[in-house]
């Protein structure tokens, strides 16, 4: 019914298909991020989390940021979500599944996110004069010049009221800081999250017990580690 | 009842039907940005999972990034305001490759802790405290 009286107040032609969209990928956005809120199995917060940056990558295409839309479905949906989930897999005991909230908790925390929210949206409508009727702006391809300005050359329109003259800089040095900085986050969480035990022990520890008998200093951390942690030898 | 089911998508009509007609602005996507910037910051507040955390965190760079494309989309963009342009894209490119360096070092750090622990329960997460 809703619909027959949506339909005779806006006609088909004057519905904009672009808000329309937006409408849609917007609610599928918020409605799965206050679920990631609200539900209790990590399975699911995944599930509702992967829905959600999808949804996103969907309002990325619409304001015509295609590239980056791209990018937010290859690299946060297909690659960190992936590992989110396979940190799932690895730690879904059955006890950590479902770790309940307090509902004192729940109140609080509802309380504090409605007043950051409260102050959120007031700056958000703040902003007036970026509204204006939607002329046919037609964009030129953003990813060639994010390539350019990557490689240090920067080949778009420079921004109202900055003179055509101006230098204006590339991203070769961050884009260099970033690669780096990867490669050293891949090299420390490869380390850190290595395998600890061995099935078989190492040429060196059989020597050293061979020597006499002696305690490894890695078999002495690890007994005096579980003897700190109260349970960790669970 | 009947009120309530009747009444209220009446009263919603004519709001639905502005924005269905009425062009996106720029304020539609700090909305977005500013329900997810706040799903994400309650969520790390409340989760007790570290990988709930974890969640939370991505949900907030990626209400940052929807306010970053927002100002620098050429469709959204006013007459004579500035805008950012490029770099506005180029920032949130950034934003993406390094909440997934964040999430590799996290994620590990997660591991770890549940080696050591064997439970993901951060109020357990308690060594430090004096």
Known sequence: MMTTVLASVVPVAAVNWHSVLFLLFAAVACACAVA???????????????LSLASTAGL???????????MQLMIYVGGTLVLLVFGVMLTAQAPFVAIKTSPSDRVLAGM???ALLAVLLQAAFRVEPWRRPATAAVAAPAATPIGMALLGVRADEPAAGVPAAAVRSGYLLPFEIVSIHLLVVLVGAAYLARAKRRRTPRAIDVAASSVGPVVTARQAARSSASALVPGGGR | MSLLATGLPFAAVPLVAGLLSSPVGVAHYLVVGAILFTAGVVCMALK???????MGIELVLNGANVNFVAFSSPYLRGEGAASL???????????ILLAAAEAAVALAITLNFYNNHATVDIDRAEDLKG
């Open chain 1, 36 to 50: 990631v809120v609200l539900a209790d199995n990590v399975v699911r917060m995944a599930f509702y989390l992967v």
């Open chain 1, 60 to 70: 990325f295409f619409l304001a015509g940021a295609e590239f980056v839309g791209a």
């Open chain 1, 112 to 114: 504090v996110g409605a």
């Open chain 2, 48 to 54: 007790r999972n570290a990988l709930g955390v974890l």
């Open chain 2, 85 to 95: 342009g490029l770099d506005g894209q180029i920032i949130a490119l950034f934003v």
